[in-house]
């Protein structure tokens, strides 16, 4: 992976300020027109695009905590580093800041983790589960939960959050269906029936009988 801060002649502790004031240096120097038509101008254009990529990585707060944990994480080889292994870091430190109560932080590492490996299906959950806590990523959330029962459908539990994630959004008719599904799998999960009689009172009791005597609700 390019390190932005060696391509951009800076150490990591630099401020936005001098972030933007070295590329601007930089730009002066290196800019495409600068240079005649040819090879020249080809190279000097995917340079200038390269060092505008990292000028807008550095300086977004979120895009510059996951390229720092990309840095910290790539170990000393110079190949290309597995985007699993990858996944799996950003996972283990989206959970210490779910754990913590730091959703938004929690948010932005599992989705940085989804990023890197998209066919973790309890990544998505745990995305979608922390997406539930801050009310502006709820659609993120229910985008997650879906990727997550593509890969793993009878999973009660993240059949149950999706109901929670369309409740949030309004759709109540999708949030039923998905907890018909949960009670399929989890049929004593009382969370779940909870929401159901939140949904459609009467529903989960007649559910429940119909589990008990073998018919279906």
Request: charged letters at 30%; a positive charge.
């Amino acid at each position: 992976m390019t390190n932005y801060y060696d391509l951009l002649g800076i150490t990591r502790t630099a401020s936005e300020h001098d972030i933007r004031e070295r590329f601007r240096a930089l730009a002066r120097q290196a800019h495409p027109d600068r240079y005649p038509e040819g090879p020249g101008r080809a190279e000097a254009e995917r340079q200038f695009q390269l060092m505008t990529e990292a000028v807008n990585v550095l300086t977004n707060e979120t895009r510059r905590k996951a390229h720092d944990f990309d840095l910290d994480n790539k170990g000393s080889g110079t190949g290309t580093h597995d985007p699993q292994a990858v996944a799996k870091a950003y996972l283990a430190k989206g959970v210490k800041a779910y754990k913590e109560g730091d959703f938004p932080e929690a948010v932005m590492l599992f989705d940085m983790s989804v990023q890197h490996w998209n066919k973790d299906a309890k990544a998505l959950h745990y995305l979608a589960m922390s997406c539930l806590k801050v009310p502006e990523k709820v659609r993120k959330g229910v985008d997650a939960i879906e990727a997550a029962l593509k890969i793993d459908p009878m999973n009660g539990a993240c059949h149950r959050d999706a109901a929670k994630l369309y409740m949030m959004v309004g759709l109540a008719a999708k949030a039923e269906r998905h907890l018909d599904e949960a009670l399929k799998w989890m049929p004593d999960d009382a969370e779940t029936r909870r929401l159901m009689a939140e949904i459609r009172p009467g529903k989960e009791s007649s559910g429940r009988l119909g589990i008990l005597f073998g018919r279906k609700g």
